[in-house]
Every structure is written in structure tokens, then in C-alpha cells.
């Protein structure tokens, strides 16, 4: 079964930018979207479309893409941005929907 | 504004069956599509298939493939998610998400994503 992969934890300090990856062989012919969850709640969607940013989410906010993988980059860390980061994509077919394993994001 | 409002949580025994409901309200619920995930505690997300609104197309997970039935009610702009033969390992929040699908325009394949989601609903397989 297809699969995204994301490191399992990164740290930053306030104000730093963080980058969290998401590999996929499947990436370079299906969008990529993002969520952020924090304990005890229900996803948010942060990007869309790779690099689309919904309304109401900070511009700290971005996304990239490159071959098979994609970038969420979050420039000037605040610790309300302390939470777990998923990626989200499909296989090649567009059929079946997948996330990554996410991403655990500390503020120091 | 949208909504979706889930069913309460459920404590059921090994080999037992639950349907979780989900009721949308904000906007058209044939225009979109419902998918669920399910999060096991401690865990990741996982992806457990999707249903359109509009014509009751399905696709599931191939792992869930067989115990899992996706339904919509139109008349009511519910969605609801029966699992069967639950085990112990389908103790999990199971969530619902309202679905967006857009074109990838380079592959000339569907892409969807998960714009408003459910508070979640806690299903516990014990005995």
C-alpha cells in the first residue's frame, strides 16, 4: 500500500522557522495538504493544493513542493504552533487517500 | 456556518458492530463528499475511505475493505459509518470530514482534502 513519510518529531526555538518534509512516490502527480493537530482536538487544515493556505491560518504558514516530496514551513515559530503536523495525499490513481505517519513539532 | 456534529461515544465487545453518525449543516451536503478517519489512541491518522453525497460512491481502505459500509441519508444530510466485526485493535476516535475534491491539472487526476471535520467520536472494543 502507498505510503508518505515524515520525520517523527522536530524542534525549534520561538521565532525559528520550522520545515517539516513528507516523501511519496506518488507526490509529483497528486496535491499534497496539511493539518495541524493539537491535543485533545479535531484536525485543521493548513495548506491545500501544496502550497494554498486557507483562510484564517496565519502567513506564517506555507507550503512547497519538489518531485516526490513536499515542504510545510512555518517562518517565525510561536508556541501556540506546538502541536503534530500530517501530511495528507493520495495514490497515483487518485483512489485511495493517505496520511503520513505525522509529525511532532516542540517549541523549545 | 459548516458543521459536522458527530454521535456519541460507544463501548462495544469483540465481534460486535457500530454505526457512527455524522449530521452536516452550513452548506449543501450533495455538493461534497464525506470521508472518515479514524485515530488510535497514541497514534497517527488513518484514512478509512470516502462517500460522495451526490451519487453514494463509494471508496474504501483495502485493510477495511468488507467491514466497513459508508451511508448517506440525503433527507437528513447525515453521513454514518458502520465498522463490523470490531476488534480490539478498532479502538480508535473516529472522525468525519466534510471532502473537497479538486484536479490535479498536470496528471489530470482527482485530489481531495478535508476542510471541516467532525469533533470526533470514541469507539472502545472491549470485553
Known amino acids: 500500500s502507498y505510503e508518505l513519510t515524515q520525520p517523527p518529531s522536530v524542534s525549534v526555538s520561538p521565532g525559528q522557522t520550522a520545515r517539516i518534509t513528507c516523501s511519496g512516490d506518488?507526490?509529483?502527480?497528486?496535491?499534497a495538504y496539511w493539518y495541524q493537530q493539537k491535543p485533545g482536538q479535531a484536525p485543521v487544515l493548513v495548506i491545500y493544493k501544496d502550497s494554498e493556505r486557507p483562510s484564517g491560518i496565519p502567513e506564517r504558514f506555507s507550503g512547497s513542493s519538489s518531485g516526490t516530496t513536499v515542504t510545510l514551513t512555518i517562518s517565525g515559530v510561536q508556541a501556540e504552533d506546538e502541536a503534530d503536523y500530517y501530511c495528507?495525499?493520495?495514490?497515483?490513481?487518485?483512489?485511495?487517500?493517505?496520511f503520513g505517519g505525522g509529525t511532532k513539532l516542540t517549541v523549545l | 456556518q459548516v458543521q459536522l456534529v458527530q454521535s456519541g461515544a460507544e463501548v462495544k465487545k469483540p465481534g460486535a458492530s457500530v454505526k457512527v453518525s455524522c449530521k452536516a449543516s452550513?452548506?449543501?451536503?450533495?455538493?461534497?463528499?464525506i470521508s472518515w478517519v479514524r485515530q488510535a489512541p497514541g497514534q497517527g491518522l488513518e484514512w478509512m475511505g470516502w462517500i460522495s453525497a451526490y451519487n453514494g460512491n463509494t471508496n474504501y481502505a483495502q485493510k477495511l475493505q468488507g467491514r466497513v459500509t459508508m451511508t448517506t441519508d440525503t433527507s437528513t444530510s447525515t453521513a454514518y459509518m458502520e465498522l463490523r466485526s470490531l476488534r480490539s485493535d478498532d479502538t480508535a476516535v473516529y472522525y468525519c470530514?466534510?471532502?473537497?475534491?479538486?484536479?490535479?491539472?498536470?496528471?489530470?487526476?482527482?485530489?481531495?482534502?478535508?476542510?471541516?471535520w467532525g469533533q470526533g467520536t470514541l469507539v472502545t472494543v472491549s470485553s
Open positions: 452550513g452548506y449543501t451536503f450533495t455538493s461534497y463528499g
Open positions: 506518488a507526490l509529483p502527480k497528486q496535491y
Open positions: 495528507q495525499s493520495a495514490d497515483s490513481s487518485g483512489t485511495y487517500g493517505v
Open positions: 470530514a466534510r471532502v473537497n475534491i479538486v484536479v490535479v491539472v498536470a496528471a489530470a487526476q482527482p485530489s481531495y482534502y478535508f476542510d471541516y
